[in-house]
């Protein structure tokens, strides 16, 4: 392993049993979000930080996944001993809904027709990922992150954190 490695993590999937209503006033029927998980949730479930992947990210921020030798996007940061240091911090990252790397993006199947949504995939807004980011840190039984961070397009969706959920 290399020094100051998570090494070799795998995507999970979380499958939400309800609808998502958007921004827009459309729903998603069905979500799925894929994520990483980095660290270990303490007791009190008071050491998670969210980190809000760029436009061109994905929820593989750190480690390697099996059989590849390209660290996640962000290994640098993340990791034993690092500036968020999985010894201390459980980090999570989602992909973002509407992504292509296994949340419910246009590539998924549009339950009312079998097929993939393509182009009739909704509009979705920033804050429509992060209202999906938040059934997720839910799912986990996270009441309040101790750190939502991001840069770019993942900035943005911190601001948003702040502005919709407060009190996480």
């Keep these: 392993m290399i020094k100051g490695s998570i090494g070799v993590v795998q995507t999970h999937s979380y ?9 827009s006033g459309e729903t998603l029927p ?12 303490n007791r009190e479930k008071s050491n998670a930080i969210l980190v809000c992947h760029p436009l061109s990210g994905d929820a593989h921020v750190a480690g390697f996944h099996e059989g590849e030798d390209k660290p996640g996007w962000w290994d640098t940061v993340i990791g034993p001993g690092k500036a968020f240091d999985t010894d201390r911090y459980f980090v ?11 949340s419910t993006g246009p590539a998924s199947t549009n339950p009312a027709t079998g097929k993939p949504w393509g182009a ?5 807004t920033i804050r429509d990922i992060v209202n999906a980011q938040k059934i997720l840190v839910d799912h986990l039984k996270i009441s309040q992150l101790y750190a939502v961070v991001g840069g770019s397009m993942g900035g943005m969706q911190a601001l948003e954190w702040i502005a919709a959920y407060p009190e996480k």
């Design 120 to 124: 009739k995939f909704p509009v979705i």
């Design 15 to 23: 499958h939400h049993p309800f609808p998502l209503l958007l921004e």
């Design 92 to 102: 999570i990252c989602s992909n973002i809904i509407g992504g292509c790397k296994g």
């Design 30 to 41: 069905s979500l799925t979000l894929a994520y990483e998980t980095y660290g270990r949730l």
